[in-house]
């Protein structure tokens, strides 16, 4: 009898030990969803001032302990940025929403790689006195939808925004200077872009890849880069507004088929000409290029646009995708926006405890002691 009643409270020691077991299994499967239930709790971070080269410091600070990964937007408006507080922007992996058009950039550069591949970032405003954007600063941002740019800017390097897939135009300034190798390429969103007055050569892949349907050159434009149009698949118009045609090779209109349209009478337009490339005399003589106008600083774009322009790409995005479910077929701008508000998934490397960690830890370290208490009980007895 009494090695039953032994026997039997055994059993209930591996009962309990075996629930605990499955409870703390749960747990950690139901962290990352628990997560989500606290998504309320995502703040914006605003930095008025701080020293060069110190921003990660004053985000510390303005975030008070807020988890980095519930950080979303981010504004800083005063200070002169360097490398180092790119950098330091850069390690808050989930923002969307950066502000930066209040403060300065060091030498009025913009570094190269500064904010690249930031995969969740929508909109970004530069900061006031940008003059250089540095080779590949932005690339590889695919989600990025907005871009905020000072009249200052007159240099933009290489790659700087090859990849930003999503953006479907940059208003640069009239003023404009220089672009770089690739500087658009695969922007496949890119559906615009007005050429300065100031811009002579259209560089190597510079618009590689972009949705242009037609294009508006000025008589200053004197050379096309090797594979600047390549595969713009939607590009069948070039409107060229000079006498003189620009040199160019086969490889500039790479995988498309455009007519290029000039006056009669044009010169070395002919040279041109491929299997691809057809050449039509036919702009009428008081067609007249229209340069932008030199521009005022761009004013930055509300938080409500940039959600806009998200939702409208979700719904775009949404229109050309076969749907499964009715529920969503009847209430698409109610599914667009249930995904725009999603909170984006914390990666596995975090820099604190969310409340929602903390929990569970808390949940957890109670299971272990009752556990704990339960075994000892149980050996006492004995």
Same mark, same amino acid.
């Given at each position: 009898?009494?090695?039953?009643?032994?026997?039997?409270?055994?059993?209930?020691?591996?009962?309990?030990?075996?629930? #605990?077991?499955? &409870? #703390?299994?749960?747990?950690?499967? #139901?962290? !990352?969803?628990?997560? *989500? =239930? &606290?998504? @309320? $709790?995502?703040?914006?971070?605003?930095?008025?001032s701080f020293e060069t080269g110190k921003l990660s410091e004053a985000i510390e600070k303005a975030k008070d302990g807020t988890d980095l990964n519930l950080i979303k937007k981010l504004a800083v408006s005063g200070g002169t940025m360097n490398a180092a507080d790119y950098s330091a922007v850069c390690g808050? !992996?989930?923002?969307?929403?950066? %502000?930066?058009?209040g403060c300065e950039t060091e030498n009025g550069v913009i570094p190269e790689n500064a904010m690249s591949s930031r995969?969740?970032?929508?909109y970004i405003s530069l900061p006031k006195n940008t003059e250089t954007i540095g080779t590949r600063a932005f690339s590889g941002n695919r989600k990025l939808?907005?871009?905020?740019?000072?009249?200052?800017?007159?240099?933009?390097?290489?790659?700087?925004? @090859?990849?930003? $897939?999503? =953006?479907e135009e940059f208003s640069v300034p009239a003023e404009l200077e220089t672009m770089g190798t690739g500087a658009f390429a695969d922007c496949?969103?890119?559906?615009?872009? $007005?050429?300065? =007055?100031?811009?002579?050569?259209? !560089?190597?892949?510079? &618009? *590689?890849?972009?949705? &242009?349907?037609?294009?508006?050159?000025?008589?200053?434009? +004197?050379?096309?880069?090797?594979?600047?149009?390549?595969?713009?698949? /939607?590009?069948?118009?070039?409107?060229?507004?000079g006498t003189e045609? !620009?040199?160019? +090779?086969e490889g500039a209109f790479q995988n498309l088929k455009v007519t290029i349209h000039t006056y009669e009478g044009g010169k070395g337009f002919d040279s041109l000409s491929s299997n691809f490339v057809s050449v039509g005399y036919d702009l009428s003589a008081d067609s007249v290029y229209t340069p932008p106008k030199p521009s005022e600083t761009t004013a930055a774009v509300t938080e409500a646009e940039v959600t806009e322009?998200?939702? /409208? +790409?979700?719904?775009?995005?949404? %229109?050309? %995708?076969?749907? %499964? *479910?009715?529920?969503?077929e009847e209430k698409p701008e109610t599914t667009a926006a249930a995904e725009d508000n999603k909170p984006a998934q914390a990666p596995a490397a975090s820099g604190g405890f969310s409340t929602a960690?903390?929990?569970?830890?808390?949940?957890?370290?109670?299971?272990?002691? =009752?556990?704990?208490a339960l075994l000892i009980s149980g050996k006492n007895k004995k």
């Open positions: 009898m009494k090695k039953l009643k032994q026997e039997q409270k055994k059993n209930i020691v591996r009962v309990i030990m075996l629930i #605990m077991a499955i &409870f #703390m299994i749960a747990s950690f499967v #139901m962290l !990352p969803a628990a997560q *989500s =239930v &606290f998504a @309320e $709790e995502i703040v914006d971070v605003v930095v008025t808050y !992996p989930n923002v969307e929403f950066i %502000e930066l058009a995969n969740q970032l929508t939808l907005k871009v905020s740019i000072p009249a200052t800017l007159r240099h933009i390097g290489d790659y700087a925004f @090859e990849g930003c $897939e999503a =953006v496949k969103a890119l559906k615009s872009f $007005e050429l300065p =007055v100031a811009i002579t050569e259209i !560089p190597e892949y510079c &618009f *590689s890849k972009c949705s &242009f349907t037609e294009m508006h050159f000025g008589p200053q434009i +004197t050379k096309i880069g090797n594979g600047a149009f390549s595969d713009c698949h /939607d590009l069948t118009d070039i409107y060229f507004y045609a !620009p040199s160019a +090779t322009a998200a939702n /409208d +790409t979700a719904a775009s995005e949404s %229109e050309n %995708e076969e749907s %499964e *479910s009715v529920a969503s960690s903390v929990i569970i830890i808390a949940v957890l370290c109670c299971a272990v002691g =009752v556990l704990a």
